[in-house]
């Protein structure tokens, strides 16, 4: 049995206020929200010159989610959303971490703060490096950096002894010369962050469509007739999707929204860029809610597919595409069979949802020709998540609703540039193909043994199977499961390295030697040795993209992150047949050896520079299949959940608050929950406290249970919220180490966050 305990103190959780959950989403509120931030840590005048750039085509793109801009038509003061102005307020905040900074706080200090107070220290100034046994990080010059990793890198007794992590903040640019490096230095061990959020729907995808991308476009939500958002809250994570909605709405189309919580975004939206909207009731954007329970979704869409197949025998040809499915479709006859080895009766109470409602929506489909579904990690992040993904594209293939304007897959992606670092190759498995062109263009013998995923490194680094960690952005400790075991894995590492632009939690817990790399922001000029360069970017849907930022560099010593690795490359690739320093000299040199490579790039450096940039190919997007193994789309069989709980235990889901983004912690409120000024909650069904006989904003402890072993996380504060009986949700990071690392999707390896068996304890 493992135990791991993290305490807190009841005294810290005196400050939290609960307010009345608002009505609607957005609006003067989101305005003055983002305004606030920006003045605090920029000032206003610098700060809306800096959000007149923000996701424009001659600006940068936001270094938040993957949102797409519209192809055409953009906002000229407000392209952006609300968690957009502060993920840039925090990148260019005036607030600078300097070696002095690092010479008088230690690292132990560091570690007593929060998240939220470590962000807010400001971005680092110089690289430094913290040797084996010192308590203070001092500041070292990038040669010596660079040869401290070479050196350590070359003593291995293997290069897969080595991780090299990406975050999806990555550009393209970046993120290729990166690849390329870790290749030539000899391991696939390329683990990403969308390892841990929508891997599944790249696996679900790339099995039944050929392309783990989605197929819708932006345009697509003006043409659509029905619009079914799974296990998302858009108003906090992808804010500017509402836009998208609403215009959807005025349209005609209709919406469905499944999820375990009713998020406000999606209930009613105040437009921000229409003060005539401020004011007013708003608009209400989701039709149907139907609040399924955690984890009940195949269950549920797999009764909607047994109404839609009744429907169908009753009235033939009145549901089913069936000119689409004998041309394009393969399996079809299995998955009606298997359809038929489930009674309603056994599915409904997985759901929590009445029939009648179920019935709604299934007509909602029934009667609609174009469909979009589109999902988040709330579906991803489940042991069953890739049958939740295949089961929501046999909807989509019954109706024909893939490749057609107004139809189709849309997987909302979280950071900025995660689909593009796939794109480029980070990826601990590409395909031979990808490899063999690779191999042609750059003339070295790529490994093509598949490298660790994130869990599968986190496991190598706790048995000292891998000894060197190197973070290329992002935040890893915060971000991965099982917050005790990975801060002992990378304890154990000979050297951990971070490339970073603020101060985080990975800096904190580290191996034996550390080392930061402060890199540009994306909102900074970027100057090499023959001038101003600009970077490129892949959004949720497959544009590419051009991103330039216009402020000063925080530094004149952070390097970009292309800089960074072409330095690497040259103190630590011995014999290697590419000129680094020639690549990063100018972009477009990267982009040339892109285009040699990677399908979908050609004349890159002409398309880039037009405004807008250019779509990538998507197959599905041209109804063709020919990436999946039958050369057609595949129906599937999937099953529904097998959780079966005790008495007295709760499925956990792990969620973000408003003032937050990923692991970036931007200030305590949850606004659109009602919680203000506390992070350590815990939302449960009301009848469900009444039972443990836990009142509101008691104390409890957490204690989750996977296979004998038991984590524990103290000092919670519990709120009665709107959430279906044996279902609660708590914040990450700070719920992460409840998340056991062994407890993964099936095909996917993703940790299933969305599915952490707990009890509850009230504090005496």
């Known amino acids: 049995m493992i135990k791991k305990t993290v305490a807190q103190p009841p005294e810290e959780l005196t400050g939290i206020k609960l307010k009345k959950i608002p009505t609607s989403a957005v ?13 605090n840590e920029v000032g206003l005048i610098k700060g809306i010159g800096l959000l007149k750039n923000l996701n424009q085509k001659d600006g940068f793109d936001c270094p938040g989610c993957a949102w797409p801009d519209p192809d055409e038509k953009r906002a000229f003061l407000a392209e952006y959303c609300e968690n957009g102005a502060k993920a840039v307020a925090e990148e260019a905040t005036k607030n600078r971490i300097s070696p002095m900074f690092f010479s008088t706080y230690s690292v132990k200090k560091l570690a007593k703060l929060s998240d939220y107070e470590i962000g807010k220290k400001g971005r680092i100034t110089h690289p430094v490096y913290l040797p084996e046994g010192a308590t203070h990080y001092k500041e070292i010059s990038w040669k010596d950096a660079f040869h401290l990793i070479a050196a350590e890198l070359n003593s291995l007794g293997s290069p897969n002894e080595a991780i090299f992590y990406t975050s999806g903040r990555t550009s393209n640019e970046a993120a290729f010369l990166y690849q390329l490096f870790v290749r030539q230095f000899g391991t696939n061990n390329l683990p990403d962050c969308s390892n841990m959020c929508h891997e599944s729907s790249g696996a679900a995808l790339t099995e039944t469509l050929g392309i783990g991308k989605g197929s819708v476009t932006l345009d697509d939500f003006n043409h659509t007739d029905l619009i079914i958002v799974m296990g998302q809250n858009p108003g906090t994570n992808h804010p500017r999707m509402l836009t998208a909605l609403s215009e959807a709405k005025k349209k005609g189309s209709k919406i469905i929204t499944i999820n375990p919580l009713p998020e406000v975004g999606l209930m009613n939206y105040k437009d ?18 139907l609040q399924v329970k955690i984890n009940g979704d195949v269950a549920l869409l797999k009764i909607i597919l047994k109404l839609m197949l009744k429907h169908e025998e009753n009235i033939p040809y009145s549901v089913f595409d069936y000119d689409f499915i004998t041309k394009k479709t393969s399996g079809i006859d299995d998955l009606l069979n298997d359809l038929e080895t489930y009674s309603i009766d056994y599915l409904v109470p997985q759901t929590g949802i009445s029939f009648e409602k179920i019935e709604e929506a299934a007509n909602l489909i029934i009667h609609s020709k174009k469909v979009i579904i589109c999902w988040a990690m709330g579906i991803t992040q489940h042991k069953n998540a890739v049958d939740n993904i295949r089961e929501i594209v046999n909807i989509l293939l019954l109706k024909g609703s893939i490749g057609k304007k107004g139809a189709g897959t849309c997987p909302v992606r979280g950071h900025s540039n995660v689909q593009g670092d796939r794109t480029m190759g980070i990826w601990e498995k590409m395909p031979d193909a990808f490899l063999d062109k690779l191999e042609a263009t750059f003339n070295f013998k790529s490994p093509r043994k598949h490298g660790f995923d994130v869990v599968n490194a986190i496991e190598a680094m706790h048995k000292k199977k891998a000894k060197v960690f190197f973070g290329m952005g992002g935040n890893f400790i915060s971000a991965t499961p099982d917050t005790e075991f990975t801060a002992e894995a990378l304890r154990g590492c000979n050297l951990t390295v971070q490339v970073s632009t603020k101060l985080n939690r990975s800096h904190l817990i580290h191996g034996k030697r550390a080392l930061i790399l402060p890199c540009l922001g994306r909102s900074e000029e ?18 590419v993209h051009k991103s330039q930022g216009h402020l000063k560099r925080c530094s004149e010593d952070v390097l970009s992150e292309a800089a960074i690795v072409a330095g690497l490359a040259n103190a630590t690739l011995k014999k290697t047949p590419t000129n680094w320093s020639e690549l990063v000299s100018n972009y477009d040199f990267i982009r040339d050896k892109i285009e040699a490579t990677i399908d979908g790039f050609e004349a890159y450096n002409k398309r880039i520079r037009i405004k807008g940039g250019f779509y ?20 599937s069989l999937n099953s529904p959940s097998e959780i079966d709980l005790e008495e007295n235990q709760f499925i956990m889901m792990t969620i973000r608050t408003h003032d937050q983004y990923n692991t970036t912690i931007y200030g305590l409120d949850d606004r659109y929950r009602g919680v203000l000024n506390e992070r350590r909650v815990i939302f449960m069904n009301a009848d469900d406290m009444k039972k443990l006989k836990i009142e509101k904003l008691d104390v409890v402890n957490l204690t989750s249970h996977f ?28 719920a992460n180490v409840l998340v056991p690392l062994k407890s993964t999707a099936t095909i996917s390896n993703t940790p299933t966050s969305k599915t952490v068996i707990i009890s509850i304890k009230k504090r005496k």
């Open 27 to 39: 609006g003067a509120k989101a305005i003055v929200s983002a305004l606030s931030h920006i003045r």
């Open 272 to 289: 921000p860029q229409n003060p005539l909207k401020w004011l007013g009731s708003g608009q209400n954007l989701t039709d149907l809610f």
């Open 707 to 734: 296979k004998g072993e038991k984590r524990e996380a103290n000092g919670f504060l519990a709120i009665p919220y709107n959430i279906p009986a044996q279902c609660t949700a708590t914040y990450f990071p700070e």
């Open 616 to 635: 990538l190919p998507n197959s599905t997007r041209d109804n063709n299949f020919d990436g999946t193994a039958t050369g057609r789309a595949n129906f």
């Open 526 to 543: 970027d100057f090499q040795s023959t001038g101003a360069q600009f970077v490129s970017v892949e959004n949720s849907m497959g544009i």
